[in-house]
């Protein structure tokens, strides 16, 4: 399954700084875009969900869509030590029964 | 109150056993998955149901099989453990936007 390809990383950064995580994707048929976080041991929570091309923000957290180009983004500003985690983009069409397709997730440490 | 809950949390099983997960949500959702995260943490779909009815079956093995009694229950059964099935298995439910999981249940067979 490649339709969704993400750098896993592991990615380091210090507190404060802004961190992208990127994901590009082959199916252009994807219509909902989403991020979730996934700390250790725990199930993937929902972050930012949008269907549009542009921009959504959501306090520290913006998410970037370009349908033309088959990429998103996540940008998280003023990083925290509690914003480590894998982060993981997904997507799916309007019509697949719901079912998201998922990056394989990338690993974000922030270092105080 | 836990929206998505999967039990047991944690399963060590010896090749060649049987056993069983299972997932209840509390949300009212008509859909619910099956999904696999390999040590990767790559997440891949197995299972959809919709109101009791499978919607969503991707190329698995016919030793899973998932069964739905109502829609607030999804259960999945495994048959003859290989090495190869260690992995989380996450239940999640939907309304037909955002995907609820649960915490995971984490399969090792030794």
């Known amino acids: 399954q490649k339709e969704v390809e993400q750098d896993p990383g592991p990615l380091s950064v210090p507190e404060g700084a802004i961190v992208s995580l990127n994901c590009t994707y082959s199916?252009?048929?994807?219509?909902?875009f989403m991020w979730y976080r996934q700390y250790s041991r725990k199930g993937p929570e929902l972050l930012m969900y949008?269907?549009?091309?542009g921009n959504k923000e959501d306090g520290r957290f913006t998410a970037q869509v370009d349908k033309s180009s088959k990429y998103i983004s996540l940008f998280i500003r003023d990083s925290q030590p509690s914003d480590s985690a894998t982060y993981l983009c997904?997507?799916?069409?309007?019509?697949?029964?719901?079912?998201?397709?998922f990056g394989k997730g990338t690993s974000l440490l922030v270092t105080p | 109150d836990t929206a998505v809950s999967q039990t047991p949390k944690y399963l060590v099983t010896q090749m060649g056993n049987d056993k069983s997960i299972k997932c209840e949500q509390n949300?009212?959702?008509?859909?619910m998955y099956w999904y696999k995260q390999d040590s990767k943490k790559f997440l891949k779909i197995m299972f959809s149901?919709?109101?009791?009815?499978?919607?969503i079956n991707e190329t698995v093995p016919n030793r899973f099989s998932p069964k739905s009694p109502d829609k607030a229950h999804l259960n999945l059964h495994i048959n003859s453990l290989e090495l190869g099935d260690s992995a989380v298995y996450f239940c999640?439910?939907?309304?037909?936007?955002?995907?609820?999981f649960g915490e995971g249940s984490r399969l090792t067979v030794l």
């Open positions: 997904a997507m799916r069409e309007s019509n697949s029964g719901y079912a998201l397709n």
């Open positions: 949300l009212g959702h008509d859909t």
């Open positions: 149901y919709n109101n009791k009815e499978l919607i």
């Open positions: 199916n252009s048929a994807f219509q909902y």
């Open positions: 949008t269907y549009s091309s």
């Open positions: 999640a439910s939907s309304s037909g936007g955002e995907l609820f």
